[in-house]
T-cell receptor, first 113, second 115 residues
Framework: GNSVTQMEGPVTLSEEAFLTINCTYTATGYPSLFWYVQYPGEGLQLLLK?????DKGSNKGFEATYRKETTSFHLEKGSVQVSDSAVYFC????????????FGKGTKLSVKP | NAGVMQNPRHLVRRRGQEARLRCSPM?????VYWYRQLPEEGLKFMVYLQKENIIDESGMPKERFSAEFPKEGPSILRIQQVVRGDSAAYFC?????????????FGQGTRLTVV
């Protein structure tokens, strides 16, 4: 069945460090891929998305490229800030509405000043 | 345009009681999705509803859980005879239609604690 696997956390970085959070997926067909961010005590916010192979989603300095050949959608940011501390979820939609999503377990990021 | 509103934000119930979680979708949205987030886990899809209809309930536990989205009013997720294992954060999302390029927006969640 369809699934999402993302790297285990927590990840602790110093401010201005480079961030990579790995995400790979298993799916039939051509899913859309997403990264969501959850700040402490809050709901999920869509960070970026890509709907077809080789698409690059980007937002707030974060980027992820839909790699069909490696079934991956790794999240990257060149210089993290303390305010980026949150839990990041990789997700896919498997042909239905974008509201029907399969999520990874989440990766907690802590950025120290 | 207010976002997806969930209430209450926090709910404490004793074992055996009923929990009712409410979700008011964004204005103009007629599609609602419920998810459950267990501690240290990702979100798991529970149910997808359109006004007055359950479209997909493949993620709903077979017993004690039910959901509705009436013509008027919020969507309700109801858990009867709660047990400790029901303690989790329950998130609702809404979208205006079912298109694959249509973004769903999430509420802030209801954190249910069963004592």
């Amino acid at each position: 069945g369809n699934s999402v696997t993302q790297m285990e956390g927590p990840v602790t970085l110093s401010e201005e460090a480079f961030l990579t959070i790995n995400c790979t997926y298993t799916a039939t067909g051509y899913p859309s891929l997403f990264w969501y961010v959850q700040y402490p005590g809050e709901g999920l916010q869509l960070l970026l998305k890509a709907t077809k192979a080789d698409d690059k989603g980007s937002n707030k300095g974060f980027e992820a490229t839909y790699r069909k050949e490696t079934t991956s959608f790794h999240l990257e940011k060149g210089s993290v800030q303390v305010s980026d501390s949150a839990v990041y979820f990789c997700a896919l939609s498997h042909g239905g509405s974008q509201g029907n999503l399969i999520f990874g377990k989440g990766t907690k990021l802590s950025v120290k000043p | 345009n207010a976002g997806v509103m969930q209430n209450p934000r926090h709910l404490v119930r004793r074992r055996g009681q009923e929990a009712r979680l409410r979700c008011s979708p964004m204005k103009g949205h007629s599609h609602v999705y419920w998810y459950r987030q267990l501690p240290e886990e990702g979100l798991k899809f529970m149910v997808y509803l359109q006004k007055e209809n359950i479209i997909d309930e493949s993620g709903m536990p077979k017993e004690r859980f039910s959901a509705e989205f009436p013509k008027e009013g919020p969507s309700i997720l109801r858990i009867q005879q709660v047990v400790r294992g029901d303690s989790a954060a329950y998130f609702c999302a809404s979208s205006p239609n079912r298109g694959t390029n249509t973004e769903a927006f999430f509420g802030q969640g209801t954190r249910l604690t069963v004592v």
